[in-house]
């Protein structure tokens, strides 16, 4: 395959998995994306700038680099075994300035110990972790997550809904682990936490779910989350029947019923 040596320098021709900052944490043409996806769902959410957030399996960045630059100094924290997929995704991503200015924090760890940087959260994302890990690591992330939660925090994760659940004990990657939504909620409440699955794309079809205290204040931010998503539905479906109807086959078919209608109403 010929590329653009942009195309190239970007891991275009790589497979997830392969050794190249992009391609290790998921397909390259998805990386942009999968950004933006993660980044606009925890704004929807109400991430501002003064919280904090912890990025649990961080990569290369992804999210990082939207998440830094918008957060306050000191309010980005990252965990991620691959330290070397930190420092790429800064050489290529971010640039020293912005983490000079920053300050983000990072811990190579991965025992799921979410204590390690002393402090509590207001937003927790384990973007495509869930989706990787057995059930006994999520067990141990969820379990951390409740102790590092403030009590308005919002942990956000996805995984690979089935009908079916992994029973394996590794990390699986390339490929990935599956679980059935009732498994995972019942493993969350095991911790004293809520799970509730939220609406939100991606583009391999990653479940996204908000791991919540099951206290009243954020389970109604998730039902109007809810609702947000089901107008903007609506939305794009009358957009999608006006574009239709604006053919000019279909104007032409509209034209014959309303005729058709008024001669049987004439009749
Ligand atoms: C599919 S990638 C997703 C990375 C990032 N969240 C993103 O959206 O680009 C999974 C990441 O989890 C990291 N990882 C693997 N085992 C881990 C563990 N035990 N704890 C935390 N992260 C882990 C991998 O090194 C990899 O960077």
Known sequence: MSLQPIDAQLGKHLQPGDRHYRAFVSHPDNYDIVAALQFTLLTALGLREHHYLLDIG???????RLFIPYLLPNHYFGIEPEAWLIEEGIRNELGESIITIKKPSFVHDRSFNLEVFGRKFDFLLAQSIFSHASAAQIRACVASARKVMEPHAIF???????????????????????YTMDFLRSLIAEQGLACMPIQWPHPVGLRWIAIVHPDQANQQLLRDMDLLTIRAERDAALARLRQLESHPYVKIGLAVRRWLQTLIRRR
Do not use: H, I
């Open 156 to 178: 956000v994760a996805n995984f690979v809904e089935s009908n079916v659940n992994y029973e394996g004990d590794e990390w699986v990657y390339p490929g990935g682990s599956y």
């Open 58 to 64: 961080c990569g290369s960045l992804r999210g990082g």
